[in-house]
């Protein structure tokens, strides 16, 4: 069976000691380090904006995946591309025009992420699918880390690895929360190319040997 990439989610790291969690990332066997942008309007919480990016930025050594939960995320594309992001996702229910956003991202050198609320529907990205770098899909309500995992994401999962074979789109699939060693085995095998896990992470007694647990 593959194995899936890693993206710890630095929202559950030490903010105390954000450098040392980020060494700490760069250590592991994780490919990403995943940073939640929450501006308290699209999700109810805010997590951190530039400056902590940027710090972020100065130490890592790994790519970083910047998942947008921001309302209007076009006003800050060009910001995030300065910061180094790799991959950018926005959110699906905030893009009015989101084919030209995703052009937008690839025009700026990044990656394009879409990512998905649990009630949305995969079959709107149908149209778009093929230009999408990866698929983000939430399996749990964005806005807090520490949640339950919605069951119903296995079946998403495979619903959007059929369009993106059926399309014939190179697109990855993501899954962010609630992610343990206890479903990431079924998670890749549903579909799922990169796992996000934040507090699973941070909080556990040897980050380094959870990351390396779950790539399986």
Same mark, same amino acid.
Request: a negative charge; proline letters at 4%.
């Given at each position: 069976?593959?194995?899936?990439?890693?993206?710890?989610?630095?929202?559950? %790291? =030490?903010?105390? !000691?954000?450098?040392?969690?980020?060494?700490?990332? $760069?250590? *592991?066997?994780?490919?990403?380090?995943?940073i939640?942008?929450?501006?308290?309007? &699209?999700?109810? $919480?805010?997590?951190?904006?530039?400056?902590?990016?940027? *710090?972020?930025?100065?130490?890592?050594?790994?790519?970083?995946?910047?998942?947008?939960?921001?309302? =209007?995320?076009?006003?800050?594309l060009? +910001? &995030?591309? #300065? /910061?180094?992001?790799?991959?950018? @996702?926005?959110?699906? +229910?905030?893009? @009015?025009h989101?084919?030209? @956003?995703?052009?937008?991202?690839? %025009?700026?050198?990044?990656? %394009?992420?879409?990512?998905? #609320?649990?009630?949305? !529907?995969?079959? /709107?990205?149908?149209?778009?699918?093929q230009?999408? =770098?990866?698929?983000?899909?939430?399996?749990?309500?964005?806005?807090f880390?520490?949640?339950?995992?919605?069951? $119903?994401?296995?079946?998403?999962?495979? %619903?959007?690895?059929?369009?993106?074979?059926?399309?014939? *789109?190179?697109?990855?699939?993501?899954?962010?929360?609630?992610?343990?060693?206890? #479903? *990431?085995?079924?998670?890749?095998?549903?579909?799922?190319?990169? /796992?996000?896990?934040?507090? &699973?992470? &941070?909080?556990?007694? =040897?980050?380094?040997? @959870?990351?390396?647990?779950?790539?399986?």
């Open positions: 069976m593959k194995k899936a990439s890693i993206a710890p989610s630095l929202l559950a %790291a =030490d903010f105390g !000691n954000l450098q040392r969690d980020v060494e700490m990332v $760069n250590s *592991s066997e994780a490919e990403y380090h995943h939640d942008v929450m501006d308290g309007v &699209f999700v109810p $919480n805010i997590s951190y904006g530039m400056p902590v990016v940027k *710090s972020i930025q100065k130490h890592a050594t790994k790519p970083l995946d910047v998942h947008l939960m921001i309302v =209007d995320p076009d006003r800050y060009e +910001e &995030f591309a #300065n /910061l180094g992001a790799h991959i950018l @996702t926005v959110h699906y +229910e905030e893009c @009015t989101l084919h030209r @956003t995703i052009q937008a991202i690839k %025009a700026l050198g990044m990656k %394009a992420g879409v990512a998905l #609320n649990p009630h949305t !529907n995969v079959m /709107l990205l149908e149209d778009i699918i230009d999408i =770098d990866v698929v983000l899909i939430m399996s749990v309500n964005p806005g880390g520490g949640q339950s995992f919605i069951e $119903n994401t296995y079946d998403k999962i495979k %619903a959007t690895k059929a369009l993106i074979t059926r399309k014939k *789109s190179s697109a990855l699939i993501e899954v962010d929360g609630g992610v343990t060693t206890a #479903n *990431s085995k079924k998670l890749v095998e549903a579909g799922a190319d990169i /796992l996000v896990a934040g507090s &699973f992470v &941070f909080k556990s007694a =040897d980050p380094i040997k @959870t990351i390396k647990e779950l790539k399986g």
